[in-house]
């Protein structure tokens, strides 16, 4: 799980959470069961804000915080959004217990603190790097891991070419 040298296939800087909300909107609106998106980044640099904006896109209203009794929350959506925060768990007995991979098989997969889960997560994923920059500024780098998440990344891309044109 290591591999920070790993080239992005994207990455952008958002100014404010409004912004990194979209980025995360438009990420939900092409999500598909299966797929399994990894947020990693310390404390505050926005994974939370992110999948609020991931869980919007696939069509919840309902509303997104950190799972913190609950290890894993569901939104329900144009398909099921499954958000774990391993935050607290540092013993993998307890990250095995969730089965995650099993999870993954009937929504879409969002992992705050993927590094707690090494080894345990599906080997496919798209791997979103958030970095704090300044007090309003983040940088997000997304790193495909595996042919589903390349071509996820790819369409992501589009997308969000498409919707920065579209607010021109
Ligand atoms: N560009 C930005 N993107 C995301 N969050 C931002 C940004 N600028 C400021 N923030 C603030 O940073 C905090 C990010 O918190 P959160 O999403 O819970 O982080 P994490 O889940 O990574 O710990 C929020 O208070 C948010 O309002
Ligand atoms: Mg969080």
């Not at 799980?1 to 909107?25: H, I, V």
């Not at 095995?96 to 496919?124: F, K, M, N, Q």
Request: aromatic content about 6%; proline content about 6%.
């Amino acid at each position: 799980m290591t591999s920070d040298n790993e080239q992005p296939e994207l990455t952008l800087r958002t100014d404010g959470p409004e912004e990194t909300r979209s980025a995360g909107r438009v990420l939900g609106w092409l999500l598909q069961p299966g797929d399994v998106v990894l947020l990693q980044g310390d404390l505050g640099a926005g994974k939370t804000t992110f999948t609020q904006g991931i869980a919007r896109g696939a069509g919840t209203d309902e509303v997104v915080n950190s799972p913190t009794f609950i290890l894993l929350n569901e939104y329900h959506a144009r398909l099921t959004v499954y958000h774990a925060d391993l935050y607290r768990l540092d013993d993998p007995d307890e990250v095995a217990a969730l089965d995650l991979p099993g999870v993954s098989l009937d929504g879409a997969l969002v992992v705050e603190w993927p590094e707690r889960g090494a080894g345990l997560l599906p080997d496919d994923h798209l791997l979103v790097r958030l970095t704090y920059r300044s007090p309003e500024q983040r940088e997000l780098a997304f790193v495909p891991r595996g042919h589903r998440s390349r071509e996820l990344a790819a369409r992501l891309s589009s997308a969000l070419a498409a919707a920065a044109g579209g607010e021109g």
